[in-house]
């Protein structure tokens, strides 16, 4: 129930076997550090925030085992931050995580480096923007990439760079319905775009599938 809260600059952790930061509307999260430290949580979330949030250049990492979470947002802008989820390997393992059906998020420019098969970087439940950001898995992962759970033709994705997905299974991209994908690029996945439904404006054309692994440290 807390709202209007701004956290700046901090390193949050140590929550023990339980979520370790929950919060509500309007939050505010800039250049935070949200990591486990000396406890062990298992099937938690790091950081909880509802509608309108904004989570700026924070750092989410070594988010705990189970079916755990990093950020678990309703709604709002995640921009610039950095997610190592690290040893999660629960089926339902998420960096990212839209909440609901109630509010829209814009993913913009982040980072996300998966370490495990079951690792999912993007989870999204309503209208999505997604631009810009690196995904990446050093494993041969068996999961979706980024996967939407139901369609809505308001969502985009564009200009992101996807590696690692290759396993049975492995997708870049799985949504139902988009307003608009494409400007995308992948390596070493095993299915890039699995779009189920339709694409109003689809530019997967301009897609780039890469030779080589873009990434060199």
């Not at 989570?55 to 990492?61: A, G, R, S």
């Not at 799985?174 to 439904?197: E, P, R, S």
Request: hydrophobic content about 40%; overall charge negative.
């Amino acid at each position: 129930t807390y709202d209007y809260i701004v956290l700046a600059e901090l390193k949050i952790h140590n929550g023990g076997n339980n979520n370790l930061c929950v919060l509500d509307a309007n939050i505010v999260a800039y250049r935070c550090e949200f990591y486990p430290g000396a406890s062990s949580p298992t099937a938690m979330k790091l950081l909880t925030v509802g509608a309108q949030a904004s989570i700026v250049q924070c750092y989410f990492h070594d988010q705990g085992t189970g079916a755990s979470v990093g950020l678990y947002i309703t709604s709002g802008l995640v921009m610039g931050c950095y997610f190592a989820p690290g040893s999660a390997t629960g089926a339902s393992s998420y960096a990212l995580q839209n909440s609901s059906s109630s509010g829209a998020v814009y993913v913009i420019g982040n980072v996300f480096v998966c370490s495990a098969t079951t690792q999912v970087a993007i989870w999204t439940n309503y209208h999505t923007t997604i631009i810009g950001n690196t995904l990446y898995n050093s494993t041969a992962a068996t999961v979706n990439a980024m996967w939407g759970n139901v369609g809505y033709t308001e969502s985009i994705i564009m200009n992101n760079v996807i590696q690692g997905w290759s396993g049975v299974g492995g997708k870049a991209i799985t949504q139902v319905t988009l307003g608009m994908i494409g400007h995308n690029a992948f390596y070493n996945n095993t299915a890039n775009n699995n779009v189920t439904d339709a694409a109003f404006v689809n530019l997967t054309a301009n897609d780039q599938v890469l030779g080589a692994s873009p990434f060199t440290n």
